[in-house]
């Protein structure tokens, strides 16, 4: 309201002080035009002068008086009462004849004494002035009064309406504090501050309901997946104690359990490399690569592991480099795990590997695929969660974080794991990455 006042004050202050200046301005030349008649033709000329712009005043006011104080020309027909209104100016009120109608109207002129007694008033009709000041006060006036008015209503319903939503903010906020994960912030779609507010923070409440249950899961899973190996460490090292060993049979058992803890090493680490690379804390250095050379060093040391179980590769390669930005480790991490997921799933018989790279837009595809029975399409989307494994039984090895790794690789890329059916049977998982990663 300060500001809208403060508004209204200048422009009144402008406009008043511009059409003042004019007509001091209108007052100044005409006393040069009579200074210059003055000094031409003295008080002759300067009287024939004030009687010739006085038969056509218009707003100007003219008197020329006598050192006897008799009007010599003019349109007053007296020296009127006048007050100082400062810097030599003079105001005072005469009376105007319009339409038979005498009017009292305000003035603002300049007087002068010349040589010998001789007295000149040359001024202007300030009356239309005043009233044009005073219809722009009382419009200044009501105009700030109305905004006043409308801004006080149009705060008031703001005010209100900025109430009711955050109040509904306040009580989603409530619900969630009190374990109800699955509230969300309304959002009217109107698209301003509070409502882009909403969508980001329900956003990141999808993604910290998205981590509860993965963290769920994780708890439920690592209790299944981990008592197995924990119980079977715990029984062969009691039934050891319990009978008579010879030290070879002490190294056997210790050698077994080494083994099994290493195994449970493996999927702590693998859990927590997924933990780290969803959550952005582990910081990955990027350089420039040869892709091409990464998926074959990748191949040569999955080879022989291959040759063991009879499974051989078909490489679709480009001939020329293909360099991209990423991280050395963490690709050849992901297309080993792809390669080691498709030896285990693979063709029993006949196992046949492919591997490629293609380009398609702004985006470039690794892929790996085996011959085997593939995923049925409603597990697609769930096999890239922690622990999951579609051989519910766990007869083959593996604890279901392999695919999980590869996803937030991906991600951590910029990028996707794309899991689709092989043609004409079998698994297609395929890295998707941007060409500016």
Sequence with gaps: M??????????FWNTVS????????????????????????????????????????RLSIYLLIDPEGRPMAGNLNKIPDMKDAGED?????????????????????????????????????????????????????????????????????????????IDSINRTSSDIMAGDLSRRIPVTGSGDEIDRLGINLNKMLSRIESLMDGMRDVTDNIAHDLRSPINRIRNRLEVTLMKPATTEDYKKVIQETIEEADELLAVFNALLSVAQLEAGARDIQKEMLDVVDIIKQAVEFMEPAGEEIG????????????????????????????????????????????????????????????????????????????FVRLDASRNRPGSGLGL??????????????????????????????????
Aim: net charge neutral; aromatic share 10%.
């Design 89 to 165: 100016w003079q105001e005072f009120e005469f009376v105007r004849i319009t339409n038979n109608f005498e009017e009292k109207h305000a003035a603002r002129a300049k007087t002068f004494t010349l040589p010998q007694g001789f007295f000149l008033l040359v001024g202007r009709d300030v009356e239309e002035f005043h009233k044009f000041s005073a219809v722009i006060l009382n419009a200044m006036i009501y105009g700030l009064g109305m905004t006043i008015l409308f801004g006080l209503v149009g705060g008031v319903i703001i005010s209100r309406n900025f109430t009711r939503r």
């Design 311 to 386: 499974a051989r590769f078909d490489l679709d390669l480009p001939e020329t480099p293909f360099f991209t930005k990423a991280a050395r480790p963490l690709l050849s991490q992901a297309l080993i795990n792809l390669i080691d997921n498709a030896f285990k799933y693979g063709h029993s018989d006949e196992q046949i590997i492919s591997v490629g790279l293609t380009k398609l837009n702004n985006m470039f595809i690794i892929y790996v695929a085996d011959n085997g029975p593939g995923i049925p399409p409603s597990d697609m989307s769930r096999v890239t969660e922690r």
């Design 18 to 57: 511009l059409i003042s200046n004019q007509t001091d301005t209108a007052i100044e030349a005409d006393i040069e035009d009579l200074s210059q008649r003055f000094k031409e033709g003295g008080i002759p000329s300067l009287a024939r002068r004030v009687a010739v712009l006085s038969r056509d005043p």
């Design 2 to 11: 300060l500001s809208t006042s403060s508004l209204y004050a200048y422009l």
């Design 404 to 437: 999980s790794l590869v996803s937030a690789i991906a991600q951590r890329h910029g990028g996707k794991l794309r899991l689709q059916q092989n043609f004409p049977q079998g698994l297609k998982a395929e890295i998707v990455l941007p060409l500016d990663t």
